[in-house]
Structure formats: C-alpha cells, structure tokens
C-alpha cells in the first residue's frame, strides 16, 4: 500500500477594502483550521483599546520599521491611511518550513509583492456585497469621523478595482457562507470563485459599479 502524502504547506493571501470584513473572516476561518497559521504583522498605528501587542499586531515605532524594511525582514509592506504596516518574513517562512499553511491578510499593495517574492502563493479578494453595505458597516463601527469614513470609501472604490489580480474572489454578504467559501478555497475547491470564471464578472461589475 502506497503511503499518501501530506498536501504540501501553502500561503494564503487574503486582501479586501476597509470595511469588507476579512480581518473578521480570517479570524473565524482560523478559529476553525487549526492547522493554519496567521503571522502576526507589524504596524506603526496607534494601539486601539481592545488590542493585544504580540497578539493583535506587532506595534512598533517607524524607524524601527524601516530598519525591519532595509534587512529585508519583511515579506511585504505598505502605507495604510498614513500607519506602516509589514509581513515578517521570517514568520511566514518558518510556518511553511513545519508543514503549516499560512494566511496573510493584508491589501493590495502588499499581496503584489507577495506574489513577486512567492508567485505560488494564492490570492483571495473579499468584496462587500454593495457599496451601500460597506458605508453601512464603516459608519456602524463608531471609531471614525464622517470625513475618514468618506476617505475609506474613495479609497475602497480604487482598491476594489484591483480585484481581478487576485485568483479568487469572495464577496462578503453572509459571514458563515464566506467562511464556507474560503474553506473550500483552501481545500484545493472553489472553481467558482475564481476570478477568471466570466459568469463572477457581472456579479464584480455590479458591487463597484464598473
């Protein structure tokens, strides 16, 4: 009898504009994969109430992220509304070396590089079901003023045209279904999420009114 092999470990790339839900949804699908692992990332924002350094992120000051940048310690990096955010290289690359697969979730700008130091990597887009419904979960949020919220979604508006960079996408209207959905994509499935299948791009077009 020929001893099957174990899939071999991979990197997840999640990325969505503010307000989608994928900090949400990665927590959950984390929740319910234990064999996945979430590197922590660094940022140079303020520590909100709620959050845990090392748990939440790894909050640092800016030089010291830029000297993380200059050793080539981070794995991707980009500016978000003015706050440094960074992937550790190091992190990623030891879950995958222990036989785990990995799940980024960052933004566009970062999942580009991603895929330029590791093109195997795959990539997943979660869109909000409207636009309508993702200024209704900003403003539900309390924690911004109405002109960071009206900046949120001009920037939402140019991050979502980037959809079709991405291998998959998931659109975010019903959180147990999108979980489901990343699931499948994991699992090697979700053929029809993929953001080559023609019969998503009406959908796509429909949510960011292409």
Same mark, same amino acid.
């Given at each position: #009898?020929?001893?099957?092999?174990?899939?071999?470990?991979?990197?997840?790339?999640?990325?969505?504009?503010?307000?989608?839900?994928?900090?949400?949804?990665?927590?959950?699908?984390? !929740?319910?994969?234990?064999?996945?692992?979430?590197?922590?990332?660094?940022?140079?924002?303020?520590?909100?109430? =709620?959050?845990?350094?090392?748990? +939440?992120?790894?909050?640092?000051?800016?030089?010291?992220?830029? %000297?993380?940048?200059?050793?080539?310690? *981070?794995?991707?990096? %980009?500016?978000?509304? +003015?706050?440094?955010?960074?992937?550790?290289?190091?992190?990623?690359?030891?879950?995958?070396? =222990?036989?785990?697969?990995? $799940?980024? @979730? &960052?933004?566009?700008?970062? %999942?580009?590089?991603?895929?330029?130091? #590791?093109?195997?990597?795959?990539? &997943?887009?979660?869109?909000?079901?409207?636009?309508? @419904?993702?200024?209704?979960?900003?403003? =539900?949020?309390?924690?911004?003023? +109405?002109?960071?919220?009206?900046?949120?979604?001009?920037? !939402?508006?140019?991050? #979502?045209?980037?959809?079709?960079?991405? +291998?998959?996408?998931? $659109?975010?209207?019903?959180?147990?279904?999108?979980?489901?959905? *990343?699931?499948?994509?994991?699992?090697?499935?979700?053929? %029809?999420?993929?953001? @080559?299948?023609?019969?998503?791009? !009406?959908?796509?077009?429909? &949510? $960011?009114?292409?």
């Amino acid at each position: #009898m020929v001893a099957m092999q174990a899939p071999l470990p991979k990197l997840f790339v999640v990325a969505a504009p503010s307000g989608a839900g994928k900090t949400t949804l990665v927590k959950k699908l984390v !929740a319910r994969s234990p064999e996945l692992r979430f590197p922590i990332s660094y940022t140079t924002r303020t520590k909100r109430s =709620n959050e845990v350094g090392g748990v +939440d992120y790894l909050f640092v000051g800016k030089s010291d992220f830029e %000297a993380l940048r200059e050793r080539g310690e *981070l794995l991707e990096s %980009a500016t978000v509304f +003015d706050n440094l955010y960074g992937t550790s290289r190091t992190q990623v690359e030891q879950h995958l070396s =222990n036989g785990h697969h990995v $799940i980024l @979730e &960052i933004d566009w700008q970062g %999942a580009q590089q991603v895929r330029e130091s #590791m093109p195997e990597c795959i990539t &997943i887009f979660i869109l909000p079901p409207s636009l309508a @419904e993702l200024e209704r979960r900003l403003r =539900n949020r309390r924690t911004d003023s +109405d002109e960071v919220i009206e900046r949120r979604l001009r920037d !939402a508006r140019s991050d #979502m045209s980037h959809w079709d960079e991405f +291998d998959f996408v998931v $659109i975010n209207d019903d959180l147990d279904r999108a979980v489901a959905d *990343l699931e499948a994509i994991l699992a090697g499935g979700g053929e %029809a999420l993929a953001s @080559e299948n023609e019969s998503l791009h !009406a959908t796509v077009a429909g &949510i $960011i009114n292409l």
